[in-house]
């Protein structure tokens, strides 16, 4: 059987990837999204096992020395990590995949998958991410600052992708992240 194709959708915090992943997975059919495991507290509008499985240092640690995680990383004082045995039972049954993880863990997943489709989802400009990371008021400034200097450096890694999304206005950049998905499918690639 033909294994399912691997999507990593990934940039800067703030660039609105959530919300595309979110309206990907509303307009596009036959594609699971990868939940990772995060110590990150959980936000109140995030549900254990829909955005994330929130778990603590100590079983996230338990978990990377078991060799659990496809890959994982520390972001912004967090860890998160992808869960290897999700990602290979669903591409093994033929089924394509869409992981949203930062910089490093792409950089570290396509070194395992080297097939899997790079996709950078990023902004005009920094000041543009930081009006949003101050109207999402999910983080304290302290650690929009995290993010900020973090995303600096993301933003300079978009030459390494295969795609780029610039989502300065959204239903565009929706549209466009869509044709992308389709357009491999509809290439049997
Ligand atoms: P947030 O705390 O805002 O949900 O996510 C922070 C960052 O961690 C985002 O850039 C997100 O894409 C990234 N992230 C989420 N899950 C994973 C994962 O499993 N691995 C890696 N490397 N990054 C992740």
């Known amino acids: 059987m033909k294994r399912g194709r691997l999507f990593i959708l990934s940039g800067p915090a703030g660039a609105g990837k959530g919300t595309l992943r979110k309206r990907l997975f509303r307009e596009v059919e036959d594609l699971e999204y990868s939940v990772s495991c995060t110590t990150r507290e959980r936000r109140s509008d995030e549900a254990e096992g829909r955005e994330y499985h ?23 004082g967090n860890c998160y990590g ?6 290979e039972r669903v591409l093994n049954e033929g089924r394509d995949m869409a992981l949203e993880i930062d910089v490093k863990g792409c950089r570290r997943v396509k070194d395992i998958v080297p097939e899997a489709i790079r996709i950078f989802i990023t902004v005009q400009s920094l ?4 009006d949003r990371l101050m109207e999402r008021g999910t983080e304290t400034p302290e650690q929009i600052c995290v993010r900020l200097r973090n995303a600096a ?4 890694q978009s030459a390494e992708y295969d795609h780029v999304i610039m989502n300065d206005d959204v239903e565009q950049a929706s549209r466009e992240l869509v044709e992308i ?9």
């Open 54 to 76: 929130y778990v603590s240092r100590d079983e996230f640690e338990s978990m990377a020395g078991r060799g659990e995680f496809l890959e994982w990383a520390e972001v912004h």
């Open 82 to 87: 992808t869960k290897k045995s999700e990602v």
């Open 127 to 130: 000041d543009e991410l930081e």
């Open 153 to 156: 450096m993301e933003m300079k």
């Open 181 to 189: 998905i389709k357009s491999y499918r509809n290439a049997g690639r």
